[in-house]
C-alpha cells in the first residue's frame, strides 16, 4: 500500500498504549476507530485521550483547536467489525499475551479489508508466528512505540520472517508521518532491541530489592542520578505497568532461557493488581496523590 493512501486507523486496545497511540494519530490528522471489548474500556481510553490532550493544550504544546479536531476523529467503538471494516492499516495492542493476540487475528483478518496492513505493538512476541494466523503474513510487521505515545519518540519497525520490503516501508513512513522516528529491527527475537535491554533493567533492579539489597528509593535514585535515566527503574515499572514488563519477562524466559527469570516480586505485584499508574497503586502509591518518587 502507498502511505499516502492510509486514511483510516484502526488502534484494537483502548489501554495505556492502545490510547495512546490512538491519541497520536488523530493528532497527525488521522481518523481513528479505537476499539475495546467493552464500552467501559472504551470508554476510559476516550477520557485518558482527552485528559492527554488538555494537558498538552494547557501547557501550549498543541493549540486548542488541535486538541479538539484530534479528539474528534477518534471514534471509540466496541464492535470489531466497525473498528476495522474501512481500515487502511490496524495496529493492535491487545494484552500481551500470544493467546489473546491471536485469538484477535484471527476474527479481525474476516473483517478488514484485504490491503489493510496489520501493525502489532506487541512488546516482545513472535512477528512470525502471530502473523501466521493472520491471513497476510506479507502485510504484518511490528510497530512497537514506547510508553507514553504520545512523548516517546522512537517507534520500532520489526519484520517478521515474511514480511514484505513494502509493509515495512509503509509503516516506516506512517511513523514519520506521526512524528516519530522510526528503527528497522531486522531480527524478529523476543523482547527486539529496546526491551531485551529495558525489561532485564526493570527484573534485576527488582531482584536487588528481593534480596533486601536496597530499598526501591534507594534503586531509583541510584538509577536516576548514576546512570542518568529519566525514570527509575521502579518508577518506569509503575509507567509501563506491571504486569506488561512480567509479561515480557516470562515470554523472554521461556524463549531466552534463565537470565530472564522474573523476579517473584513482580508476580506479587501483578497477582495483588498493583500493576503501577493504571490501577492506583504499583511500587509506589498513586492514589492520595502523595506519591514521594525521588527526584
Ligand atoms: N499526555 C500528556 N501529558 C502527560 C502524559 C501524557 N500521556 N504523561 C505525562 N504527562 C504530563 C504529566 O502529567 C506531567 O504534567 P505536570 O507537569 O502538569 O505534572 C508532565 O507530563 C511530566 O512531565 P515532566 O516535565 O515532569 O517530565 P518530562 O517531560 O521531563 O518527561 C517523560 C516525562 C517523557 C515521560 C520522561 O519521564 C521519560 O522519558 N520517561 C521514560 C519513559 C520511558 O522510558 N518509556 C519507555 C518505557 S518502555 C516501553 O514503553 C515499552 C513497553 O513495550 C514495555
Redesign the pocket.
Known amino acids: 500500500m502507498d502511505p499516502d493512501e492510509i486514511d483510516r486507523i484502526a488502534v484494537l486496545g483502548a489501554g495505556n498504549?492502545g490510547h495512546?497511540i490512538a491519541?497520536v494519530a488523530a493528532l497527525a490528522g488521522y481518523d481513528v476507530t479505537m476499539r475495546d471489548i467493552n464500552e467501559e474500556f472504551v470508554q476510559n481510553g476516550y477520557e485518558?485521550i482527552e485528559?492527554?490532550?488538555?494537558?498538552?493544550a494547557?501547557?501550549d504544546?498543541i493549540s486548542r483547536d488541535e486538541a479538539d479536531g484530534a479528539l474528534d476523529r477518534v471514534t471509540p467503538v466496541v464492535d470489531l467489525e466497525e473498528a476495522v471494516g474501512d481500515a487502511d492499516v490496524v495496529i493492535e495492542a491487545v494484552p500481551?499475551k500470544m493467546d489473546i493476540k491471536k485469538e484477535v487475528y484471527r476474527e479481525v483478518a474476516e473483517y478488514a479489508p484485504p490491503a489493510a496492513i496489520f501493525a502489532t505493538?506487541?512488546?516482545?512476541l513472535s512477528i512470525t508466528e502471530l502473523s501466521e494466523v493472520s491471513d497476510r503474513p506479507e502485510q504484518f510487521c511490528g510497530m512497537?512505540?514506547?510508553?507514553?505515545?504520545?512523548?516517546?519518540q522512537?517507534v520500532e519497525v520489526i519484520s517478521g520472517a515474511n514480511t514484505a520490503d513494502e509493509t515495512l516501508d509503509t509503516i516506516e513512513e506512517l511513523a514519520e508521518s506521526l512524528g516519530k522516528t522510526p528503527v528497522r529491527v531486522r531480527k524478529d527475537s523476543p523482547g527486539f532491541i529496546?526491551?531485551r535491554i529495558?525489561?532485564p533493567l526493570m527484573n534485576e533492579a527488582a531482584w536487588i530489592v528481593d534480596a533486601d539489597d536496597a530499598t526501591v528509593a534507594e534503586v531509583d535514585s541510584t538509577t536516576k542520578y548514576d546512570l542518568g535515566?529519566?525514570?527509575g527503574s521502579f518508577?518506569?515499572a509503575d509507567?509501563?505497568?506491571i504486569d506488561?514488563?512480567y509479561h515480557?519477562l516470562e515470554y523472554m524466559h521461556q524463549e531466552l532461557g534463565d537470565a530472564y527469570r522474573p523476579c517473584p516480586l513482580l508476580a506479587e505485584k501483578v497477582e495483588a493488581e498493583d500493576l503501577g499508574k493504571k490501577t492506583g497503586r504499583g511500587f509506589y502509591d498513586y492514589e492520595d496523590g502523595s506519591v514521594e518518587i525521588p527526584t
Request: avoid cysteine; charge should be negative.
Open positions: 498504549m495512546g491519541e485518558q485528559w492527554s490532550l488538555d494537558k498538552l494547557e501547557k504544546q500481551e505493538n506487541t512488546s516482545s512497537h512505540f514506547f510508553n507514553p505515545p504520545v512523548r516517546m522512537l529496546v526491551n529495558l525489561v535515566l529519566p525514570m518508577e518506569l509507567q509501563v505497568g506488561v514488563g515480557v
